[in-house]
């Protein structure tokens, strides 16, 4: 089990990110949330297997259609026992 707090910045607001990366992060039976900070970033938080977090980082680096992913920034956390996915 691992976990990792992604911050994804560029145009990533307005354009389904965090729908996408529930959608993707459920696909991956991943746990945790993404949901859009102040500064126009994206926070997602995903714990699981540690392969699926890196396919999913793998995901964030592009994103939906629409979006424009100018950097991804991940910090290793320690693993929460988080359930579900959601977005906020």
């Known amino acids: ?48 297997a540690p392969e699926a977090i890196a396919e999913l980082e793998r995901w964030l680096q592009h994103g939906p259609l629409g979006a424009r992913v100018d950097a991804v920034q991940r910090e290793d956390m320690p693993p929460a026992n988080l359930t579900g996915f959601y977005t906020r």
Request: net charge positive; with cysteine.
């Open 1 to 48: 089990m691992a976990c990792a707090r992604f911050h994804v910045s560029g145009h990533v607001q307005g354009v389904s990110f965090r729908a996408g990366t529930r959608t993707q992060a459920m696909r991956l039976d991943l746990r945790g949330h993404a949901r859009n900070l102040r500064d126009g970033r994206v926070e997602v938080i995903a714990e699981g």
